[in-house]
Structure formats: structure tokens, C-alpha cells
């Protein structure tokens, strides 16, 4: 519950973090 409450609320780091998870996700899939 927590983790979604704070994905939601999205600072400045959190948004580098997401961003790398992106680029992780778009790698295994390719």
C-alpha cells in the first residue's frame, strides 16, 4: 500500500528511478 501511495507521488529522484525501471522493463524485452 505504502509503495503505490508513493509511486504516485512523484519527486525528483523517483523520477530517475522510474526511468531506469523503464529502460530495465524495454531490456528484458528485448
Known sequence: ???NEHAL???PK???AL???KK???KLKS
Do not use: V
Request: no cysteine.
Open 1 to 3: 500500500k505504502l509503495a
Open 9 to 11: 507521488r512523484i519527486d
Open 14 to 16: 523517483d523520477k530517475h
Open 19 to 21: 526511468a531506469r525501471r
Open 24 to 26: 530495465i522493463k524495454t
